[in-house]
């Protein structure tokens, strides 16, 4: 078992940045592959934010995020961040991390994850 916890979410304006993390516990944390998803609203699918591997060797990111945000992971301290820089009006939604022991390079693919935090809100004003 995996237990995921972020943090760091808020209200901003268009153009702040805001840090997101997430604090792994429980089974080891440095062999998964791990994710950021978001949800604009109850009843939508998540989507894709950025991914990164076991050992941090492989990085994806949506096109919409690319250039703005940046995904990194502290095996050492179990914790798995989001820098947000620029952040858009469309950025608001709630925001999940997860964690992956079956594809531990990084997936875009929500359905490869197998544990999920509660989530943390980011709300973006114009």
């Known amino acids: 078992q995996v237990q995921l916890v972020e943090s760091g979410g808020g209200s901003v304006q268009a153009g702040d940045s805001l840090t997101l993390s997430c604090a792994a516990s429980g089974r080891i944390f440095s062999r998964p592959g791990m994710a950021w998803f978001r949800r604009v609203a109850a009843g939508y699918d998540r989507d894709f934010v950025a991914?990164?591997?076991?050992?941090?060797?492989?990085?994806y990111y949506a096109d919409s995020v690319k250039g703005r945000f940046t995904i990194s992971r502290d095996n050492a301290k179990n914790m798995l961040y989001l820098q947000m820089n620029n952040l858009k009006p469309e950025d608001t939604a709630i925001y999940y991390c997860a964690s992956s022991f079956s594809v531990v390079g990084g997936s875009s693919d929500y359905r490869e994850y197998d544990y999920w935090g509660q989530g943390t809100q980011v709300t973006v004003s114009s």
């Open positions: 991914a990164i591997a076991w050992n941090g060797g492989n990085i």
